[in-house]
T-cell receptor, first 114, second 118 residues
Framework: DAGVIQSPRHEVTEMGQEVTLRCKPI?????LFWYRQTMMRGLELLIY????????DSGMPEDRFSAKMPNASFSTLKIQPSEPRDSAVYFC????????????FGSGTQLSVL | AQKITQTQPGMFVQEKEAVTLDCTYD???????LFWYKQPSSGEMIFLIY??????QNATEGRYSLNFQKARKSANLVISASQLGDSAMYFC???????????????FGEGTQLTVNP
């Protein structure tokens, strides 16, 4: 059974460029989450979806960040324009209905904005 | 105010021994859930164990158990019979509210780096 799949694994870009992170949740999971991990702030929830609908995006830091979930098997997190302070590991996670406690995380995307 | 506190930045344990990782939490919500996750050096986050605030018994999952002391607001993770593969960062987390509609915002602690020595 495939886990949560994120791509790319690593992304290096220059300030001002657009960055798109991708996530394929586990099939059948109703919830999808985007987290960001930094040394200074730890793990932060950016946004989560339930049945493809954004439920809570209060953790999205700025208008430069946007997330979409066009269908149950795909989500994107876009940063435009990117800034050096966006450098972090971005995790996607999914969980099944009735078992929101069991978040299954992807391997993360290490983003470096130069 | 910190909602989740992990006071041990690093812990060391000998292989085959048990180790306890500390976690205290702060909430005024009577309904909440407590979680532990493991993050090995490869980076992915792995769910280990969950305890609901109304659960009567301490949660157990294989070699992992959660020592839940509600009055003290602590949710320590106990790993029995440590293995070399247990070396990783361990995060305690909390979600306030248990209903399906109460949201899914997890608050994470800063983590404890566990090293298992052979």
């Amino acid at each position: 059974d495939a886990g949560v799949i994120q791509s790319p694994r690593h992304e290096v870009t220059e300030m001002g460029q657009e960055v798109t992170l991708r996530c394929k949740p586990i099939s059948g999971h109703d919830y999808l989450f985007w987290y960001r991990q930094t040394m200074m702030r730890g793990l932060e929830l950016l946004i989560y979806f339930n049945n493809n609908v954004p439920i809570d995006d209060s953790g999205m830091p700025e208008d430069r960040f946007s997330a979409k979930m066009p269908n149950a098997s795909f989500s994107t997190l876009k940063i435009q324009p990117s800034e050096p302070r966006d450098s972090a590991v971005y995790f996607c996670a999914s969980s099944p209905r009735g078992h929101r406690e069991k978040l299954f995380f992807g391997s993360g995307t290490q983003l470096s904005v130069l | 105010a910190q909602k989740i506190t992990q006071t041990q930045p690093g812990m060391f344990v000998q292989e085959k021994e048990a180790v306890t990782l500390d976690c205290t939490y702060d909430t005024s919500d009577p309904s909440y859930g407590l979680f532990w996750y493991k993050q090995p050096s490869s980076g992915e986050m792995i769910f280990l164990i969950y305890q609901g605030s109304y659960d009567q018994q301490n949660a157990t999952e294989g070699r992992y158990s959660l020592n839940f002391q509600k009055a003290r607001k602590s949710a320590n993770l106990v790993i029995s019979a440590s293995q070399l593969g247990d070396s990783a960062m361990y995060f305690c987390a909390m979600r306030e509210g248990l209903r399906e509609t109460s949201g899914s915002r997890l608050t994470f602690g800063e983590g404890t780096q566990l090293t298992v020595n052979p």
